[in-house]
C-alpha cells in the first residue's frame, strides 16, 4: 500500500511538474513574441506607403533591434531584401484561412548552426506591393529560462513527495496498529495466553472483533464437545470390555479376541482424543493439585498427601485431562499406600517433572513396564496393582509428555510424569 501511494505521487507531482513546465514556457513564449512583435512595429516605422524602406529611421532604430548575436530581422519587399546576412529560413507558413491574419504570425526555423530559432512574422500591403517583415530569436531564449526555472521547481517537487510519502508513512503505521493490535490477540488466542480479543476496536474494526469471538468460542464448544465425546465414550467402553475379559480369562481363543477388541476400541479412541487436544491450553499445576487433594484425601482418609509444587509452575495440558491425569495416579497411590503419599514437582528447562510416590508395596520392575503398557489394566484384573497407570500413560503420550514407573525411596511406586511446560 505504501509503494503504490508512493509511487502515484511520485507520479501526480511529475504530471504536476510537466504542467508548470508547460505553463511557464508559454508565458515566455508570450513575452518572447511581445518583443518580436515590438522589433516588427519598429521596423513597420520605417516602410512608407510605397514600400520604401526608410534608411535613416531604420538606423535610429536598428539599436533596438540588435538585442544580442543571435538575434536577427529581415525587411522583403518590391525592393529586395534587407536585414541580418544570416536570417534563417522558416519554415513554411501554415495556410490562411477564410480570412486571412492583420497581425503578426508566428513562425519557426533552423539556422546555420542547427539551433533552433523562433521568429514572428507580419505583411504589409503597399501600393507597390507586399512587404514581409520577419524578426527571429535563437528557442535558447525561451529554454534558458525554463530550465532554470525547473530545477528549482522539481527540487521542490521532490521536497513535496518526500514529505507526502513520510506523512503516508506516518498515517499508515498510526491507521494499521489496530490491525496489529488485533493481530496480536488473535496470535495470543492461537498461543493460548487469551480466550478472546477486545471488541474496543475502531467502528471498521469492532466486526471483525465480534466474528472472531465468536469463531473462538464455536472452536472451543467444539473442542469442549469432543474431547467430552472421547472420554464418555472411553468410561463406557472401559467396564463392559473388562468384564467380557475377566468372564473369558479361561478361555484363551475368545480372550484373544476380546483383547483385539479392546486393542482396537483403544487405539481409535486415542484418535479421537487427540484430535482433540488443546494444544494452546495453559493449566496451573499448583491450583490442579490443590483441589485433587482435598478430593482424593476425603475418598481415602487413611492416606496423608504431602503436597510440594510450586505456585509458578504452568503446564501445557487441559484442565480436564490434568485433573484425569493426576487423579489416577493419586487415587492409585492413596489406595496402595500404607499411610503417606507426596505430590511433588519442578521445572526443568521446558519441561515440568512431577513425581507422585506412596510407601506402599509397590510394584516390582518386572512388572511396571507392562502395567503401563495401553490395553493393560492390572486393577480390572484384581491384583491392586497400579489403578489408572495404563489410561495415565496414554494421556500423557498425547500431550508429548511421558510416563516412567520407579521405586519409591521409602520402598514404594513411584510415578514421574513429564510434562510441557505452557
Given at each position: 500500500?505504501?509503494?503504490?501511494s ?11 511538474g ?91 526555423g ?68 489496530p ?16 480466550a ?17 469471538n ?18 464418555n ?45 488443546d ?26 498427601i ?9 503446564v ?60 493393560t ?33 521409602g ?9 510441557p511446560?505452557?
Amino acid at each position: 500500500m505504501l509503494i503504490v501511494s508512493a509511487l502515484a505521487t511520485a507520479l501526480a507531482l511529475a504530471l504536476a511538474g510537466a504542467a508548470m513546465a508547460g505553463l511557464l514556457g508559454r508565458f515566455v513564449v508570450e513575452g518572447l513574441d511581445r518583443r518580436l512583435d515590438a522589433e516588427l512595429t519598429l521596423l513597420a516605422s520605417a516602410i512608407d506607403g510605397d514600400g520604401r524602406v526608410d534608411r535613416a529611421r531604420l538606423e535610429r532604430v536598428r539599436g533596438a533591434l540588435d538585442a544580442g548575436p543571435e538575434w536577427r530581422w529581415r525587411i522583403a519587399g518590391p525592393d529586395g531584401v534587407l536585414g541580418s546576412a544570416d536570417f534563417p529560413p522558416l519554415d513554411p507558413a501554415p495556410p490562411a484561412g477564410p480570412i486571412a491574419p492583420q497581425g503578426p504570425r508566428p513562425r519557426e526555423g533552423v539556422a546555420g548552426n542547427e539551433a533552433a530559432v523562433h521568429a514572428r512574422e507580419l505583411v504589409i500591403a503597399t501600393s507597390r506591393g507586399d512587404v514581409t517583415l520577419s524578426a527571429a530569436a535563437p528557442r535558447s531564449v525561451v529554454r534558458r529560462p525554463i530550465e532554470g526555472a525547473l530545477w528549482p521547481l522539481l527540487g521542490a517537487l521532490a521536497v513535496v513527495a518526500a514529505v507526502l510519502t513520510a506523512a503516508l508513512l506516518v498515517q499508515l503505521r498510526v491507521g494499521l496498529a489496530p490491525l496489529r493490535r488485533l493481530r496480536d490477540q488473535v496470535a495470543a488466542i492461537r498461543g493460548g495466553a487469551r480466550a478472546r480479543v477486545e471488541e474496543d476496536q475502531p467502528s471498521e474494526l469492532r466486526p471483525l472483533a465480534a466474528e472472531l469471538n465468536a469463531l473462538a468460542a464455536d472452536n472451543a464448544a467444539a473442542l469442549a464437545a469432543a474431547r467430552g465425546a472421547a472420554a464418555n465414550l472411553a468410561h463406557a467402553l472401559k467396564t463392559p470390555v473388562a468384564a467380557l475379559a475377566l468372564d473369558l480369562r479361561d478361555r484363551p481363543e475368545q480372550a484373544a479376541q476380546v483383547e483385539r477388541i479392546d486393542r482396537t476400541i483403544r487405539h481409535h479412541l486415542a484418535r479421537a482424543r487427540a484430535a482433540a487436544i488443546d494444544r494452546r491450553a495453559a493449566t496451573s499445576l499448583r491450583s490442579a493439585a490443590v483441589g485433587l487433594v482435598a478430593a482424593v484425601g476425603a475418598l481415602h482418609r487413611e492416606a496423608r498427601i504431602t503436597l510440594d509444587v510450586p505456585a509458578d509452575l504452568v503446564v501445557a495440558i487441559d484442565p480436564q485431562d490434568l485433573d484425569e491425569l493426576l487423579g489416577n495416579l493419586l487415587d492409585n497411590a492413596a489406595r496402595h499406600a500404607e499411610g503417606h503419599v507426596v505430590l511433588r514437582a519442578a521445572r526443568d528447562g521446558r519441561w515440568v517433572a512431577v513425581e507422585v510416590s506412596d510407601d506402599g508395596p509397590g510394584i516390582p520392575a518386572a512388572e511396571r513396564d507392562r502395567v503401563a503398557r495401553p490395553g493393560t489394566r492390572l486393577d480390572e484384573r484384581g491384583d491392586g496393582h497400579g489403578f489408572g497407570l495404563a489410561i495415565a500413560s496414554e494421556l500423557v503420550t498425547l500431550y508429548g509428555g511421558a510416563l516412567a514407573l520407579g521405586e519409591a525411596s521409602g520402598g514404594g511406586l513411584a510415578a514421574r510424569l513429564t510434562l510441557p511446560s505452557a
